[in-house]
């Protein structure tokens, strides 16, 4: 039984595959690749993008979907998630998607269960379905993706979506320069970093600005997330008419990670990450369920 809990999950041949079908899903559109086909979502932390991705991706893909509400669910009744991933399980799912906020939980749950668990996020663990949209939005976008480098720009170290993308990106042979203030710099010697914007903007091709995650820091780092974005905020006086694609998981705290000049400019590809979100998750939901 294949997962996808880390981004390692998958290998390249893999990811590969992965992304001539979601190209052709993006070409041809709807399909019943997976008709009469079950996927459970149960997200136990807010998402906007990913629970509707995961679920549009889903029915596009002819199978029905039954999304959990997890404040009405029997968790708020005390019920542990063990229990409640085997219940789930015995109602015969083809796939379940996770999310929680706590780390490592989706790895336990494909413990207790028969089918594929997909990982919507855990925590500061993982996103990988956010990992490989990215990278499929760079490859659409760049062609060519080894030896480009990316500034990854933000609260880097209570990201799971750097996480994933720094382990999927540098396998595929871009080179990772972290940008962050050092409260929100990984303890790594294996990538480059620096907490000055500046020093690195004539020689990437990629920055990826990431939310600061407050949810996820224990006390309050700054007085007010403008003090951050003086340093930090992508916009236009920086990125002036340099050949720089511009991406963002969502949601974007505007005027804090990308100012509006920015949002609005082509570079900025963050509605079509969004679009390829779907396509990308079909793949991924196609090939673990499929084979
Ligand atoms: N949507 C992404 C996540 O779930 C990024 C974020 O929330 O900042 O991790």
């Known amino acids: 039984m294949k997962h996808l809990i880390n981004s390692r999950d998958f290998d390249i041949q893999t990811i590969e595959g992965i992304f001539k079908k979601a190209k052709t899903f993006k070409e041809s559109g709807f399909t019943n690749l997976l008709k009469d086909?079950?996927?459970i979502t149960i997200f136990?932390?807010?998402?906007?993008?990913?629970?509707?991705?995961?679920?549009?991706?889903?029915?596009?893909?002819?199978?029905t979907v039954v999304s959990?509400?997890?404040?009405?669910?029997?968790?708020?009744?005390?019920?542990?998630?063990?229990?409640?991933?085997?219940?789930?399980?015995?109602?015969?799912?083809?796939a379940i998607v996770v999310r929680h906020k706590n780390a490592g939980v989706p790895k336990i749950l494909s413990n207790y269960v028969n089918c594929p668990i997909i990982n919507g996020g855990d925590g500061a663990g993982a996103h990988p379905t956010q990992a490989i949209l990215d990278l499929f939005t760079i490859k659409e976008e760049?062609?060519?993706?080894?030896?480009k480098k990316i500034a990854i720009v933000g609260d880097i170290k209570n990201s799971r979506v750097a996480n994933s993308n720094v382990e999927l990106l540098s396998r595929f042979g871009l080179e990772v320069i972290?940008?962050?203030?050092?409260?929100?710099?990984?303890?790594?010697?294996?990538?480059r970093q620096t907490h000055d914007i500046n020093e690195i903007i004539d020689e990437v091709d990629i920055i990826m600005s990431l939310r600061t995650q407050t949810e996820r820091h224990s006390n309050q780092i700054y007085a007010s997330?403008?003090?951050?974005?003086?340093?930090?905020?992508?916009?236009?006086?920086?990125?002036?008419?340099?050949?720089?694609?511009?991406?963002?998981?969502?949601?974007?705290?505007?005027?804090?990670d990308i100012d509006d000049d920015m949002l609005k400019d082509p570079r900025c590809k963050v509605l079509e990450q969004v679009k390829n979100g779907v396509f990308t998750r079909m793949a991924v939901l196609e090939y673990l369920i499929n084979g």
């Open 68 to 94: 959990l509400d997890v404040s009405q669910s029997s968790s708020s009744k005390g019920e542990t998630l063990f229990d409640t991933a085997a219940n789930l399980d015995a109602m015969g799912p083809d």
């Open 178 to 191: 972290m940008v962050a203030p050092p409260h929100f710099m990984p303890k790594t010697k294996n990538f």
């Open 142 to 147: 760049l062609g060519k993706v080894k030896g």
């Open 37 to 39: 086909r079950l996927i």
């Open 225 to 256: 997330l403008k003090d951050y974005a003086k340093d930090f905020c992508i916009t236009k006086e920086l990125v002036k008419d340099r050949n720089i694609l511009l991406l963002h998981p969502g949601p974007v705290h505007r005027n804090i």
């Open 44 to 63: 136990f932390e807010n998402s906007t993008r990913t629970k509707s991705s995961f679920e549009v991706a889903a029915k596009r893909l002819g199978a």
